[in-house]
């Protein structure tokens, strides 16, 4: 039986970097170990197996935290209170400004509620924002370019950056996949971090809209720190730990529309 959970060294390793960064991709692996990515796969499904890890779409994380969500199945999980928080932070947003609109169907269901205004320009590096805003009239919707990456058709990289920062937003429209109780606002792939840090430097306002499950949730890299956002729209109040990372009036929840 012994025998049988001796890890190979590219295990232990695969194990390790799972501790330390809580969530790790199958491409960054096979990158890192020169190797293919069934290869990378078919070590995870055997750290799952043996319960050191535990195997997500796209990657691994530690057993019951870091757990990175299709995009379909992050789109069917608390559809009604992303609806809500869509509702308010449109809410927030005037006829006549320009916003950056992130990606995630938290964004998605934001882009829905917009669909309300008169007169707005969007950018935005979601194929499928733009989508849903297409023949709005009085909307004007400009995708950022840059690569494709993911199954939610977002685009990234220096491309992407360098058209948003040729803009002066009213607001960012920030999402991400975890808040923790420090204020560590969390994402999973850092060249989706890098252009919604890109796009808060030239806003106005910024906005961080979040379902109350990424309060549960870890993820492996930091997007900002809870109080660099002017704004928190989310469908419940945050826990205790995080209530002194921001103003209470700087929370936005349903009761409040």
Do not use: Y
Not at 111 to 135: D, G, M, Y
């Amino acid at each position: 039986m012994l025998e049988e959970t001796v890890l190979n060294d590219r295990q232990s390793q695969i194990v390790d970097r799972v501790e330390r960064l809580g969530f790790v991709t199958i491409e960054a692996l096979a990158e890192e170990f020169r190797v293919s990515s069934q290869t990378v796969r078919r070590e995870i499904i055997r750290l799952d197996e043996l319960g050191l890890i535990q195997r997500f779409h796209g990657g691994a994380g530690r057993r019951g935290s870091g757990e990175r969500l299709s995009h379909e199945v992050k789109r069917q999980r608390e559809a009604d209170h992303k609806a809500h928080i869509g509702a308010l932070m449109a809410s927030r947003v005037q006829d006549g400004q320009s916003i950056f609109l992130d990606v995630g169907t938290t964004a998605e269901a934001t882009a829905q509620a917009l669909r309300n205004k008169k007169r707005l320009t969007v950018v935005t590096p979601s194929a499928n924002i733009a989508q849903i805003l297409l023949n709005v009239p009085g909307l004007e919707i400009i995708l950022t370019g840059g690569r494709v990456i993911g199954d939610d058709l977002s685009m990234a990289g220096p491309i992407a950056i360098a058209h948003v920062v040729k803009h002066r937003f009213d607001w960012a429209i920030i999402a991400c996949s975890a808040i923790e109780d420090d204020g560590a606002v969390l994402d999973f792939d850092a060249e989706k971090i890098a252009l919604k840090q890109a796009a808060m430097e030239v806003s106005r306002r910024q906005a961080l809209i979040a379902d109350s499950s990424k309060f549960t949730r870890s993820a492996r890299l930091e997007i900002a720190r809870l109080d660099s956002f002017d704004l928190l729209v989310t469908d419940a109040p945050p826990p205790v730990p995080l209530r002194s990372r921001i103003d209470s009036e700087r929370v936005l929840l349903p009761g409040d529309l």
